[in-house]
């Protein structure tokens, strides 16, 4: 197996093509990490999420990685970290265009809502229920691919 460095179109490639990531955050040196959707456009990540921890600790540091692959086998894989900063979409007025871009990138998936709006023990999503609209502005991207030699 060899392991060579992806180029920076060839992450931008391996991100558009995908939408599950894992998103990690921090907050007083304690990493978080979870699973999420994401859909990519003009340098960014976009996604939706309920109110909770990980809304919590990006809002009070902003500072993400965002982890992507494409696995075949343990010798023939890509993987794409990215380093960004959360940036919040909120309902108001002067952030619809960029609210309504996030919809429209994550609405071409059917179940995009639902991983992200239901929590244990919560009943079927209600629309007055806190969510929110957010993207990852990618500061940082590097990727590796492994190749039977
Ligand atoms: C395929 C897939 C797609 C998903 N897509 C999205 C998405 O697009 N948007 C979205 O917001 N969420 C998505 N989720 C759910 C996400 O992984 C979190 O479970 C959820 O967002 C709640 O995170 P939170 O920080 O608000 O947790 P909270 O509800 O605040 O709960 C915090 C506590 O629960 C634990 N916890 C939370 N989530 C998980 C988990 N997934 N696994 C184990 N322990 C957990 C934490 O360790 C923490 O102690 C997806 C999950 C999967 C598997």
Not at 78 to 88: D, H, L
Not at 119 to 128: A, I, L, N, R
Request: glycine share 6%.
């Amino acid at each position: 197996m060899i392991i060579r460095t992806l180029s920076t179109l060839e992450c931008t490639k391996l991100l558009a093509a995908n939408r599950f990531a894992r998103l990690a955050c921090a907050k007083d040196g304690q990493p978080y990490i979870v699973p999420f959707y994401y859909a990519h456009a003009d340098n960014h990540l976009y996604a939706f999420s309920m109110l909770g921890k990980k809304v919590n600790w990006m809002r009070s540091n902003p500072l993400v990685s965002v982890q992507v692959d494409e696995i075949v086998t343990g010798r023939r894989w890509k993987s794409v970290v990215v380093n960004g900063r959360y940036e919040e979409l909120p309902d108001r007025i002067g952030h619809k265009a960029q609210r309504d871009h996030a919809w429209a990138l994550l609405s071409k998936h059917a179940d995009w809502w639902e991983p992200g709006a239901l929590k244990p023990g919560t009943p079927p999503v209600e629309d007055d229920l806190p969510h929110v609209f957010f993207r990852i502005f990618i500061t940082e991207v590097s990727g590796r691919e492994a190749l039977e030699s």
